[in-house]
């Protein structure tokens, strides 16, 4: 349900409904008395009290409907704290289970160098799982209780997408070439640990969500003298209009927990989100501009650094500088 300070909402404006309620009934005696000794000169009185009783019929109009709305709201919360709770669930489940085959098989049997180097590898890929879903949850409570600590330095998003993409594709065991990069260096005065957590979580939905043979696009361009707009791209089935606004709400992911090949707790958007808000940042989800997929839009206060382009081999810039040499 609603948090403690979320409580404090409706229980006030239920209490106001109240005492609108006895107000509008209290009025409704007086004006029947009233309206009936109107001949006898209460009728300035009746007129008088009238218009304020339909303001409180008004006020009990929008009372009614604004519960409503949160009573809406408390139920979409319920639906999708209980999909995260099946994530969880099933995050830790499949993991720990994994680890537990492993370590069975490792003690029960003998095994050549190879094989147990192969299990060892799979068992470090389950904790890094495991360690990935506690970071995100921890991140998704630090939000809850941001305090700023003061360690804002100048970061150059060229550099730092750069190192993000290196991470994900390691993550993946991808080849960075499937990441196209073209990159205008440009300077963000932030925290480099919130510029990691948005970027990486950014390519890491374009990355899981992209093709069978993913292609991710990242680009960089200053969006006038003070701001700088950075688009991820994948190359995925897309993101419907209805569900562009609420894929940024916690815990929320599409289609039922338990029948999802995708890995997540619906967290990682909601983290993006409400950092590039603390930045005075946007952000814009929109179709990608060739064939189909989804494009994360950024834009972020910021300061270009110089005229050349970082590109990778490959990319269109590097072909366009190529012809022009």
Not at 215 to 220: L, R
Request: aromatic residues 8%.
């Amino acid at each position: 349900m609603f948090g403690l300070k979320s409580l404090k909402l409706p229980i006030t404006l239920g209490v106001l409904m109240i005492m609108a309620v006895i107000a509008l009934t209290v009025g409704w005696v007086l004006l029947s008395a009233f309206g009936a000794s109107a001949d006898r000169g209460w009728a300035p009185l009746y007129w008088t009290l009238l218009p304020v009783g339909g303001a409180f019929f008004f006020f009990m109009l929008i009372g009614v409907v604004t519960y409503l709305t949160l009573s809406v709201q408390a139920i979409n919360l319920n639906r999708r704290q209980s999909n995260f709770i099946d994530s969880v669930t099933h995050e830790l489940k499949s993991p720990l289970a994994s680890l537990k085959l492993y370590l069975q098989t490792l003690s029960r049997r003998r095994l050549s160098e190879q094989e147990q180097a192969d299990f060892v590898r799979f068992m470090l890929d389950d904790v890094e799982r495991l360690d990935a879903l506690v970071n995100h949850l921890l991140d998704a409570a630090r939000l809850e209780h941001r305090v700023e600590d003061g360690d804002l330095e100048d970061i150059d998003i060229a550099k730092n997408l750069q190192q993000c993409v290196e991470v994900v594709c390691s993550r993946y065991r991808l080849p960075t070439d499937i990441v196209k990069l073209d990159l205008v260096p440009c300077i963000v005065h932030a925290r480099a640990v919130d510029l990691d957590l948005i970027f990486r979580n950014l390519l890491d939905n374009a990355v899981k969500y992209a093709s069978a043979d993913p292609v991710v696009e990242v680009s960089t361009r200053p969006a006038g003298e003070d701001r700088c707009t950075i688009r991820i791209s994948d190359n995925g089935k897309g993101i419907p209009p209805s569900l562009r606004r609420k894929i940024f709400g916690r815990f929320f992911r599409r289609g039922d927990e338990l029948e999802r090949e995708a890995k997540g707790l619906g967290l990682g958007l909601y983290i993006v989100r409400t950092l590039v808000r603390g930045l005075r940042g946007t952000i814009r989800v929109r179709d990608r501009e060739a064939g189909t997929g989804t494009t994360f839009e950024v834009t972020l206060p910021a300061r270009p650094l110089a005229r050349r382009s970082l590109v990778t081999p490959g990319s269109e810039s590097a072909a366009k500088e190529t012809r022009t040499a």
